[in-house]
């Protein structure tokens, strides 16, 4: 309108030209406004406030519990009140309450969005990974990642483990370092209270979280307690990755995993794949980071034990058996991510897997199966009894002698175990799956099992699997009122 009054004769062709009423053209011409400057703000309400009277209450309520809900507050209301309030007026009391808190009411926190250095910082943190359901050959697979984060590109790698530990951080520390082929000035972590928890002592873990940064020249940071935003660009990338993760998953087609080996390569093969768009950003952060030192730093935990008098050591609040020999003897335990390793005399001696979790056993029947044989009467009523069946089979075996000969069961079982030690537990289980299988003998016994280990080659494999040939012939008895077309 005002670009057709410059132009045509008279306001009454510009008002036509434009489609509107010549005197509504000259008012807006004349306060030089656009309609929608004139409207006016409506500051009054088209109705009575039902909550009126009783807001002060209401105020009263939610200044002593902020955190108070509108629908429990008018719930609330309505017990107070009988009858006065009817359930769609729930709404009113909503947007009332939301203008409160917005005009009155507390102080929201304050998140500050950080500017980000290249090469300056890096995140990490533990997060549980059950939750997506990934299986290992049909088992559930409960386990943790360590995840790392680089905070400017947001390049990210993770390590799998078990539990939230300082063995778990430092593999998983020194696998991201190592992989990204430098190192960030800093590293910022929550307080990391279950790891300390883990541990035990507060004191070991900062000596050697210390260590390990300052083996680096990383300076270590950590978030308060109570406040887990300001790691925030770690919890954000869990939440990312997490379904990144549950997507993948879902294009595979299947959670089922033939092996951790096969889990991790999948994990590495995503995180690849979600690092390809970061390329740029890295490269600036490389081209700042330090240096790697010339060899990783040694992640285990060491610990001098003593072997008790039944073989056991106690390692990190689980019990492991090693060999009887060294019964009171102090041996040095290394503490790894996934296995432990017995030293004596600067000489590895053993090397077992970690056991997950508190208050476990592992007890191999190898250590004590000498001393076993000569005090069978420690076998019934042995703590750890059930650790001295390695497979169904050896169990079966003892039932069967149980059974038949309950006098010698045990010794005449001892006496397979300790075959199992000389000749092999493979071999043994293989003898004793033929053994059962035929049912030659009422029992197994030592005897027999050792006889049958000398032909062990005529055993036919668990693999081999032998099929009847069809009777084609039975197939005319379902249908005897057919003839054979010819």
């Not at 703000?41 to 909550?51: G, I, L, Q, V």
């Not at 190192?183 to 000596?207: C, I, Q, Y």
């Not at 308060?224 to 595979?252: I, T």
Request: proline residues 3%; glycine residues 6%; contains cysteine.
């Amino acid at each position: 309108m005002k670009k057709l009054s410059n132009n045509e004769k008279n306001q009454e062709i510009a008002a036509a030209k434009a489609g509107m009423d010549p005197k509504t053209a000259r008012k807006y011409l004349a306060l030089n406004r656009l309609p929608s400057e004139l409207k006016r703000e409506r500051h009054w309400r088209t109705r009575d406030d039902p909550f009126a009277e009783v807001w002060e209450e209401v105020r009263k309520q939610i200044k002593e519990s902020p955190g108070l809900e509108a629908k429990t507050l008018f719930e609330w209301l309505q017990r107070e009140y009988p009858g006065r309030f009817s359930d769609g007026q729930l709404r009113t009391l909503q947007r009332r309450l939301k203008t409160w808190r917005a005009l009155e009411g507390p102080a929201q926190e304050v998140y500050f969005s950080q500017q980000h250095e290249p090469g300056k910082l890096c995140a990490s943190d533990f997060t549980h990974m059950t939750e997506l359901g990934t299986t290992i050959q049909g088992q559930t697979f409960g386990h943790l990642v360590y995840h790392f984060v680089l905070t400017y590109s947001n390049w990210e790698t993770a390590t799998i483990c078990y539990s939230e530990s300082l063995e778990s951080l430092s593999e998983g520390w020194q696998n991201a370092v190592w992989e990204l082929g430098a190192v960030p000035a800093g590293h910022r972590t929550d307080s990391l209270s279950s790891a300390v928890n883990n541990m035990g002592n507060l004191e070991e873990f900062n000596r050697r979280y210390a260590a390990l940064m300052r083996y680096y020249g990383v300076k270590p940071e950590h978030t308060q307690a109570a406040s887990p935003n300001e790691n925030g660009d770690c919890e954000q990338s869990h939440y990312r990755f997490k379904k990144a993760v549950d997507q993948a998953l879902l294009l595979r087609g299947s959670r089922d995993f033939a092996n951790v080996e096969e889990y991790g390569r999948f994990l590495k093969a995503l995180m690849a794949q979600r690092n390809a768009g970061r390329k740029r950003r890295l490269a600036e952060e490389l081209a700042v980071m330090r240096e790697l030192p010339a060899r990783r730093m040694e992640t285990a935990k060491r610990e001098q034990v003593r072997v008790d008098a039944g073989s056991l050591i106690h390692v990190d609040r689980n019990a492991y058996s090693v060999n009887s020999r060294l019964i009171g003897e102090k041996v040095e335990a290394r503490v790894y991510l996934e296995h432990i390793e017995v030293w004596y005399g600067q000489k590895k001696v053993e090397q077992m897997a970690r056991l997950r979790g508190r208050a476990k056993h592992r007890v191999d029947y190898r250590h004590i199966i000498e001393w076993l044989v000569r005090k069978p009467g420690a076998f019934e009523n042995y703590r750890y009894k059930e650790e001295l069946f390695p497979t169904s089979r050896f169990r079966m075996a003892y039932d069967g002698l149980v059974e038949t000969a309950p006098s010698h069961a045990v010794k005449e079982y001892l006496k397979i175990l300790k075959l199992a030690a000389e000749e092999g537990e493979s071999a043994v289980d293989d003898t004793l799956r033929e053994l059962l299988e035929r049912k030659t003998a009422p029992a197994v016994t030592a005897e027999i099992v050792g006889e049958a280990l000398q032909r062990l080659d005529g055993i036919a494999p668990v693999t081999e699997v032998e099929v009847a040939a069809v009777d084609l012939a039975s197939f005319d008895q379902l249908c005897p009122s057919m003839e054979v077309m010819a």
